[in-house]
T-cell receptor
C-alpha cells in the first residue's frame, strides 16, 4: 500500500482566493508529480519534480506553481483561484524497480471554485 | 511524442459477461502498466508487463503485452459490479516520463 497523502480531500473556495494543495509521501521517492483530471477523464501532467529544488512544468499548461524544499513534500499553489481551475488534482510519487517506473497516487483533492 | 490510445472509451455491460479493452501505440515501450481508478480516488496499479508477448493473470483479469511491445490488452472474465471503474494504461520508455492513455470507463450493471 502506498504512503502518499493529499489534503484537503475536498475544497470549495471563492474566486480570487489563494490556495495550497498539500502532498506528502513517506516512501523516500525522489520523483513526484501533479496531475489534473476532470471526473472520469484522462490525466494531464501539470508539474513534476526529480528531487529537492527541482521542478518542471508538465504537458498541460497550468497557472499553478509548485515547490520541492523537502523530499517528502510537494505542495501546489494557486495564487488566485478561478472557476476554470475546478477539477481533481492528483499527486503521485514514483520509484524504479528493475528499470521500470511505478507511480503511486494519492487519493486526490477535488477543488470547486465558485 | 509518444501516445497511448485506449479503446473503447466507454463500456457498459451486464454482470457475468466477458470484456476486453485495448491500449495501442505506434511507439515501443520498455514496460506497460495498467491502473484502475474508482470514483473520488487516485489510480491504483494493477500490473506491470515487461516482456513482449507476456501474459499476466490477476484473478479474473488477464493482461497481455504485445509481441512488439507497442500494445496491450486487458481481458476480464465474468465481470462483476466491483470491476466498475476507470482503467488506465501507462507506458514507460527508458529515461522518459510515464505516458498515460485517456482511459476506458467501465460500468458493470448488476
Amino acid at each position: 500500500e502506498a504512503d502518499i497523502y493529499q489534503t484537503p480531500r475536498y475544497l470549495v473556495i471563492g474566486t480570487g482566493k489563494k490556495i495550497t494543495l498539500e502532498c506528502s509521501q513517506t516512501m523516500g521517492h525522489d520523483k513526484m508529480y501533479w496531475y489534473q483530471q476532470d471526473p472520469g477523464m484522462e490525466l494531464h501532467l501539470i508539474h513534476y519534480s526529480y528531487g529537492v529544488n527541482s521542478t518542471e512544468k508538465g504537458d498541460l499548461s497550468s497557472e499553478s506553481t509548485v515547490s520541492r524544499i523537502r523530499t517528502e513534500h510537494f505542495p501546489l499553489t494557486l495564487e488566485s483561484a478561478r472557476p476554470s481551475h475546478t477539477s481533481q488534482y492528483l499527486c503521485a510519487s514514483s520509484e524504479y524497480l528493475i528499470s521500470q517506473e511505478t507511480q503511486y497516487f494519492g487519493p486526490g483533492t477535488r477543488l470547486l471554485v465558485l | 511524442t509518444q501516445l497511448l490510445e485506449q479503446s473503447p472509451q466507454f463500456l457498459s455491460i451486464q454482470e457475468g459477461e466477458n470484456l476486453t479493452v485495448y491500449c495501442n501505440s505506434s511507439s515501443v515501450f520498455s514496460s506497460l502498466q495498467w491502473y484502475r481508478q474508482e470514483p473520488g480516488e487516485g489510480p491504483v496499479l494493477l500490473v506491470t508487463v515487461v516482456t513482449g508477448g507476456e501474459v499476466k493473470k490477476l484473478k479474473r483479469l488477464t493482461f497481455q503485452f504485445g509481441d512488439a511491445r507497442k500494445d496491450s490488452s486487458l481481458h476480464i472474465t465474468a465481470a462483476q459490479p466491483g470491476d466498475t471503474g476507470l482503467y488506465l494504461c501507462a507506458g514507460a520508455a527508458r529515461a522518459q516520463k510515464l505516458v498515460f492513455g485517456q482511459g476506458t470507463r467501465l460500468t458493470i450493471n448488476p
